[in-house]
């Protein structure tokens, strides 16, 4: 009897050794448990593109900010690759190759309009490093929510040219390599992009206080990265050239030529169109595109309504006087609007007679270049961005007739 | 039809080749539904064999005699025994030797040594005594056995679908009943031989009442190469048989109200509508009936109950109360949540009518060849509330289109044949019928086919006025005074800021007006047939080989479609409250069909045509095929090794009418296969030892591989050319809101209306076929068990497991393109040589539709690796007490310690509950991954069973039983879970899984007893009570695992902490500094168990 007894007792400690079980696995998926708090991925916002793409096509899509990686450690697969993003499409933030620097490697630009830096790191940080504010409502009670700010805690330096930026943001603990965007990060934004100059050199710092949740400090070597900010430049016009620039492209006499650009163009003078009438309004001249650098050439229709291919081939047609040619920005706030150069030949700029209602000739076709040297300035400084010269840019289009009714 | 055929023959040859085997021992049972016995017969004096003894087994269960005759070695074997109670008799020297009391229980072998005197008079008749071993020496398998004494005298629900959850290591879940860490749509469900398991999503769908059912064997795990296509259990039930006498009973159970204890209620914030749910009646009366229309050859049994369950539900409206007036609603601070106050109150009365049926031929030309048929079934009609994901009633709707008409149910048919050569050694067992099971829902009346409205923000009730006072209600207390209402109804007017729409009198979300929304009519049949050949062999000791093929010719067909032909979702009108301006947006979603004359461009480039179809019609099937071959070793009277190895196959096929057609979205011919998973090789072994060699105990191990099923959702939805498209309304092309659709609820004819505005985005899903990779594995368990069982005292046994389950490989739908295409494969396994076969492909093609088609694939295949490999492993020691089942007495205890951990919870998922066998969200997207790993939903780590009664002969005065459950668990791990930008709520695991807290450990006594009155030496007439949670514990079940209803991303491995600064990020990706707003109901209650509930009821047995 005993002998069977202890090998049943036997069975039963082997059992029981086997559930003693092993421990939780490593997955991909993780953040890492232990180690200081590495730096993977330092990533800066630089979709020139954001929100104000008239493109149908590409602005359904976008809410958000593209991001480059200015930084992507070297021989860690927790770093951030190729991420999901939620319109279907994807992105790759470092490569895939984990000897390979970042495409970008220390001079990812930020977008000028509206720049900020993601300091993405491998472990959770000490929560500790962002203070939450309460979200006062209209009457300016809380009203239950909150927001994260780095205003108090300011766990970098942000310079730019050697000039300290200031800057506010949040450390974010959701995310992990295969997240949109990864985390967790530190978000760092400045207070005013236009602090910095286009083209500038930029560096973030991390400093001692950031720091995971049992104390370990961002190591020594990994707290330093640079980035550039984007020089200002000209995007593309609307209507934009087509191949065949033969002047099909048609326009109604009520809308004017945008101008897009990179970053924010100065404001000039307001003057009021329209006085007295129904469309009385505003608008802000451009401060720095002198219309005498925009040659717009302008010849009748054919009689068939057609643009006329010998004004855009530039073989006739008159010089419209830069008397009559207007610019002026798009809307009046220092925004993501002033991005935007709105340009017609509605006559008088400043005078009495200005008027937004008839901007071009009717049944009329025009050819618009820029001269060699025209350049817009960027609000924030830095240098100008230069307008494409003739040979780079013709727009040719016309105009309908005016309305019989 | 060829294919049915050719199974036919293949099984013949299989079948003939190996009964031509010779051999010198008595075949090996039929375990589906039979038991078998063998031993040893030794003379008491000289300890010799008793060689040529003849053994006679003789059984009411069993139509006429089964006589074996004893070889040299004494041994004796009889198989293919019914379960039930036996006598042994043994013929030897002129002496006749008696044993009673033989318990013989489905797949189970038991030893019973004769140890016969020789010494007695020649003529006498000897009754052997002392108790009978019940240890099962015949196999590795661990469960338990359920008898008809069991659900007789236990407190048990009504059917076997509800008492299976009796064996260690089972526990409820969302569909059923769970097994070993498994989920419930995992188990495979056997009625009669006849594999009964639904095919569409693998769950329960024949059910049948205790009275009907002989004995039910719930196997847990530990079994040979005979049974596959489980991760769960196999639950196997044999249905009761006629015999030489007439039996039967008569029946009847009631519960009602005045026997139910009220449910205390589940307090919920941010709706002003609740509901209860009270049991009004439930009650059967029922008759089965058994006896010989010829006897010892030809029996019957039939059998017929209707069940009908009368609830009530009854929805209440409750407004917020701010008695102080100061524009706040009033918090109770006993409980945290607002003050409410009733405004109304309606009752809806639902219904379930099953009629459950049975009946059975058995039938024996002989000795050797034995036949049956049966046929049974539960077809039910039910009047019924639609429900929520989470199980729970939806009342957030128009109670006056709520109802559903439901037919849905389950019939077999069922043949089997066995038939013993060679003197007993070989054994034919021959299974084959039909199981069709089907839900068809429709609207209960005209108003609910309209399509409907889900408003999926917060909003005033008052709103839909129109709709909850056009029946008995009166919601007038509802109307907010600022609301340009009637100030008289409203006490609380400054109650109303419209920057916060909980600041409502009466707030609800996602109310759903008009409309049942989503509906299917479904038929899921399977036809199938067992062959198996036994074998004795005695080659160094005594093999039992056992051979079979099995197949499986299943199909689902399927309509599903939206009521009204569209599904309506109006996410946030800019103006969320009444009175302001609207320019919400609605996104609406249709099914399409390919349509040459369709006016919606559709497919590759929008080249196609596609026309909405208001029903998707796909009939599907599957074919899959098992063969195996096993031996039970038998090396030592007491040293058994069992191995087997078991091949099977599965082919699913697309839907027949897209079959050899090109698929619009992609170009490509579409195959007649979807997928198909060959070579699934399942290898077994174990051992068992007797160190009693008396078959009082055995120590025994156990080590197999065991292939999942795919159950047929996935054939519907992936291959079954699934299109629909979604349309925003009510934006312009930049997705901003504009105030194209300006219509809200009261509008004439909303739904024609918002159909008719322009659409924005659009997004249309599926088409053509599902991608699968090449080369794609089969989803697999391996297990291992160890154990012991020891027969300490006669009739009681101890014993203890230890089990260790894992899940390496898995089969799911992915997407690693941000979910613009899905294709289904094994989750981080390595693709990159097939990634290379599609790159080459796509160098050759000169179709560029195809070249980026390929290499789409070719990447999405090099992503694979980089998954998360899929866990799920189950560790678990149980520890279990069994006494011999008997009329008078049972007694069955089992204390489980488990863990049950990983990041894969099975066929559905535990947290979103979402039904997709092999393509739920789980793997859909990298980004879904992080924090899935941890306790699984079905991670409860103590287990407590006991189940007995013991019945008090009272003599002359009648019999008095006395029967108990009890059951203990550890509560389940909660959640935090969040919204995911694609896939919606909870689908964003913000905290590890189950990291943070568990529900409390509850327990449930139920008592059962019974007085019965003996009529005559048959007829007994039986009166009882059961009282189902006699202490009335209503502890909770599980609490509310939605942290937040906002999109944000998982906190990976974080805390408490961490999560008071995880962020909000916008649904188109964008990430903000707002803190994420916590859900007030998370981590309350949102279960509790079910209250008190008596049952009355009576039995006349004869």
Redesign the interface.
């Known amino acids: 009897m005993l002998d069977y007894r202890f090998t049943i007792a036997a069975a039963g400690a082997f059992m029981g050794t086997w559930l003693v079980g092993c421990g939780d696995p490593d997955l991909p998926t993780d953040l890492r448990t232990n180690g200081p708090p590495n730096v993977t991925a330092v990533m800066v916002m630089s979709d020139l593109e954001t929100a104000i793409d008239p493109d149908s096509e590409k602005v359904g899509a976008l809410d958000r900010y593209l991001e480059d990686a200015t930084f992507c450690r070297l021989d860690d697969d927790k770093r951030p690759r190729l991420i999901g993003l939620q319109d279907g499409r994807t992105t790759e933030v470092c490569p895939d190759d984990l000897k390979l620097k970042a495409v970008d490697d220390g001079v990812a630009p930020g977008a000028p309009p509206d720049w900020f830096v993601r300091i993405v790191f491998d472990r959770l940080l000490d929560p500790s490093i962002e203070d939450l504010d309460p979200v006062l409502d209209p009457n300016g009670m809380p009203n239950g929510q909150f927001v994260g700010t780095l205003k108090r805690t300011q766990p970098v330096t942000l310079t730019c040219n050697d000039v300290n930026i200031l800057y506010d943001g949040y450390y974010v603990p959701n995310g992990n390599k295969e997240s949109w965007p990864p985390g967790p990060a530190l978000f760092i934004r400045p207070l005013v992009a236009t602090d910095a100059p286009t083209g500038a050199s930029c560096t973030v710092s991390i400093k001692d206080n950031v720091h995971s949740k049992t104390g370990e400090s961002v190591p020594a070597a990994q707290r330093s990265y640079m980035f550039t900010v984007a020089p200002m430049s000209f995007r593309f016009s609307d209507p934009a050239p087509d191949d065949t620039n033969d002047g099909s492209i048609t326009l109604t006499t009520t809308i004017p030529i945008d101008l897009f650009f990179t970053a924010e163009v100065r404001a000039g003078t307001t003057i009021t169109t329209d006085p007295g009438t129904p469309d009385e309004t505003t608008i802000t001249l451009s401060r720095d595109l002198d219309p005498a650098q925009v040659n717009l050439t302008s010849g009748p229709n054919l009689p068939s309504g057609k643009a006329d291919p010998a004004v855009c081939a530039g073989t006739a047609g008159m010089a419209v006087p830069a008397s009559k040619i207007r610019v002026y920005l798009l809307g009046a706030d220092p925004t993501t609007s002033a991005l935007v150069l709105q340009l017609d030949a509605g006559g008088d700029p400043a005078g009495p007679t200005a008027q937004m209602t008839q901007l071009w000739e009717p049944s009329t076709t025009y050819l618009l270049t820029f001269a060699d040297g025209a350049a817009v300035p960027a609000r924030q400084g830095g240098d100008p961005a230069a307008l494409p010269g003739a040979s780079d840019f013709s727009l040719c289009f016309h105009t309908l007739p005016l309305p019989t009714n | 039809m060829n294919r049915y055929l050719a199974a036919v023959v293949a099984a013949g040859l299989v079948t003939g080749v190996i009964s031509a085997i010779d051999s010198d021992r008595a075949a090996h049972a039929d375990t589906l539904t039979t038991g078998s016995i063998r031993g040893v017969v030794k003379d008491k004096i000289s300890g010799e064999a008793a060689v040529a003894a003849t053994v006679v087994a003789t059984s009411p269960a069993l139509q006429g005699e089964q006589v074996v005759i004893a070889d040299e070695s004494g041994s004796y074997y009889i198989t293919n025994l019914p379960p039930g109670m036996y006598t042994l008799t043994v013929f030897y020297n002129n002496i006749t030797y008696s044993r009673g009391n033989v318990l013989i229980q489905v797949g189970k072998e038991l030893v019973v040594n004769l140890s016969v005197d020789t010494s007695a008079s020649k003529g006498e008749t000897i009754a052997i005594t002392g108790a009978v071993p019940i240890v099962d020496q015949g196999s590795t398998k661990v469960g338990t056995t359920i008898t008809s004494d069991f659900t007789n005298n236990v407190p048990t629900r009504r059917t076997f679908g509800e008492v299976m959850g009796g064996a260690a290591g089972a526990q409820s879940d969302h569909y059923g009943v769970s097994f070993a860490g498994a989920t419930s749509a995992e188990n495979t469900y056997v009625v009669e031989g006849l594999n009964t398991t639904d095919t569409g999503f693998g769950t329960l769908s024949t059910n049948l009442p205790n009275e009907f059912i002989q004995e039910t064997e719930v196997i847990t795990g530990g079994y040979n190469a005979e049974f596959g296509r489980a991760l769960g259990a196999i639950v196997n039930v044999v249905t009761k048989s006629g015999s030489d006498e007439f039996h039967g009973s008569v029946f009847g159970h009631l519960q009602t109200a005045g026997l139910t204890a009220d449910a205390r209620p589940i307090l919920r914030e941010g709706n002003a509508i609740d509901n209860a749910t009270n049991q009004n009646s439930r009650y059967d009366l029922g008759a089965e009936l058994g006896g010989p229309i010829i006897p010892k050859k030809l029996w019957f049994h039939v059998g017929f109950t209707p069940t009908i369950i009368n609830d009530t539900t009854t929805r209440f409206i409750s407004r917020q109360v701010d008695r102080d007036q100061n524009g706040v609603a009033d918090i109770d601070p006993n409980t945290g949540f607002t003050v409410r106050e009733l405004v109304a109150s309606r009752d809806i009365p639902t219904s379930f009518k099953t009629y459950f049926f049975t009946g059975k031929l058995t039938g024996a030309i002989s000795q050797d060849h034995q036949w049956q048929l049966a046929v049974f079934g539960n077809p039910e009609n039910d009047s019924s509330l639609p429900l929520n994901p989470d199980g729970t009633i939806n009342v957030v709707r128009d109670p006056n289109t709520s109802l559903l008409k439901v037919d849905r149910g389950a019939y077999d048919f069922s043949g089997k044949w066995t038939s013993k050569f060679n003197d007993g050694r070989t054994q034919f067992d021959a299974v084959a019928g039909f199981h069709r099971g089907y839900n068809n829902a429709a609207p209960a009346s005209a108003g609910g086919n309209a399509a409907a409205v889900q408003y999926k923000y917060t909003r005033s009730l008052s709103d839909f006025a129109d709709i909850e006072n056009s029946g008995r209600s009166n919601i007038n207390g509802c109307r907010d005074s600022t609301n340009g209402m009637v100030t008289a109804d409203d006490p609380y007017p400054k109650l109303y800021n419209p920057?916060?729409p909980n600041s409502l009198l009466c707030p609800v979300q996602n109310y759903v007006d008009v409309g049942a929304g989503f509906l299917e009519k479904r038929t899921n049949d399977r036809i199938s047939a067992v062959l198996a050949v036994t074998q004795r062999v005695k080659a160094l000791g005594q093999h039992v080989f056992k051979a079979g093929i099995d197949a499986e010719f299943s199909s689902y067909d399927s309509g599903r479609g939206y009521s009204g032909g569209a599904f309506l979702v109006r996410d946030e009108a800019d103006g969320v409250q009444s009175g302001m301006p609207l320019s919400g947006e609605f996104t609406t979603t249709q099914f399409l069909k390919y349509d040459p004359n369709g006016t919606i461009s559709c497919g590759i480039n929008g080249a196609a045509k596609c026309s909405v179809i208001n029903q998707l019609n796909a009939d599907t099937s599957d074919r899959s095929l098992a063969a195996y071959i096993q031996d039970q070793w038998q090396i030592l009277p007491n040293l058994t090794v069992n191995a087997g190895v078991r091949w099977e196959q599965q082919i699913g096929y697309v839907a027949g009418f897209l079959q050899n057609t090109v698929a619009p979205d992609t170009g490509e011919k579409i195959p007649e296969v979807g997928f198909q998973l060959d070579n699934l090789i399942a290898p077994r072994i174990g051992f068992i030892y007797d160190?009693?060699q008396e078959g009082k105990?055995k120590?025994f191990g156990h080590w197999g591989r065991f292939y999942e099923n795919i159950p047929m959702d996935m054939n519907v939805r992936s291959f079954g050319g699934e299109t629909s498209v979604n349309n925003i309304v009510g934006v312009n092309?930049?997705?901003d809101r504009n105030n194209s659709c300006a219509f809200d609820h009261g509008s004439p004819n909303l739904i024609n209306s918002v159909l008719m505005c322009q659409p924005g985005?659009t997004q249309f899903l599926g088409g053509g076929i599902t991608y699968v990779a090449p080369g794609l594995q089969g989803q697999y368990t391996e297990e291992l068990i160890?154990?012991?069982e020891?027969e300490i005292i006669p009739d009681i046994t101890i014993g203890?497991?230890?089990i260790?389950r894992t899940l390496p490989v898995v089969i799911e739908d992915m997407?690693?393109?941000?979910?613009?295409s899905y294709f289904i494969a094994n989750p981080s396994e390595n693709y990159d040589s097939q990634a290379a076969d599609l790159d080459k492909l796509a160098m050759n093609t000169q179709d560029p539709n195809l070249k980026q088609l390929y290499q789409s694939r070719a990447a999405q295949l090099r992503?694979v690796k980089?998954?998360?490999?899929p866990?799920r492993?189950y560790?678990a020691?149980q520890l279990i007490v069994k006494k011999r089942p008997t009329s008078s007495s049972l007694l069955q205890a089992t204390y489980t310690?488990s863990?049950a951990?990983g990041?894969y919870p099975g066929l559905f998922s535990t947290e979103t509950n979402q039904l997709d066998p092999n393509i739920t969200s789980q793997y859909d997207?990298?980004?879904l991954?992080?924090?899935r790993?941890g306790p699984s939903g079905l991670d409860r780590p103590h287990s407590v069973k006991v189940d007995g009664f013991y019945m008090f002969n009272l003599r002359t005065a009648g019999v008095l039983v006395a029967g108990v459950s009890v059951r203990g668990q550890s509560g389940v791990p909660a959640n935090t879970l969040g919204a995911h930008?694609?896939y919606g709520q909870d689908e964003s695991y913000?905290l590890p899984r189950g990291a943070l807290y568990r529900s409390p450990f509850t327990t449930e006594i139920d008592t059962h007893i019974s007085y019965g009155y003996q009529m005559s030496k048959t007829t007994r007439l039986e009166g009882f009570i059961d009282i189902f949670n006699l202490l009335n514990s209503q502890d909770e079940l599980s609490v509310d695992p939605t942290y937040t209803t906002q999109v944000?991303?998982?906190?990976?491995?974080?805390d408490a902490?961490?999560?008071?600064?995880?962020?909000v990020?916008?649904?188109?990706?964008?990430?903000?500094?707002?803190?994420i707003?916590k859900n007030p109901n998370y981590g309350k209650l949102n279960a509790r168990q079910t209250p008190l509930t008596g049952q009355l009821g009576f039995r006349l047995t004869f």
Do not use: W
Not at chain 2, 815 to 820: A, F, P, Q
Not at chain 2, 1048 to 1054: E, K, S
Not at chain 2, 1065 to 1075: A, I, L, M, P, Y
């Open positions: 920057n916060d160190p009693t105990a120590l092309s930049s997705g985005q160890l154990g012991g020891y203890a497991n230890y260790h997407s690693t393109d941000g979910g613009n992503a980089n998954y998360d490999p866990s492993n560790d020691l310690y863990r951990k990041n997207l990298p980004n991954m992080p924090n790993y930008a694609i913000l944000a991303t998982p906190v990976v491995g974080g902490n961490d999560l008071l600064h995880a962020k990020t916008t649904d188109e990706g964008r990430q903000t500094s707002t803190v707003t």
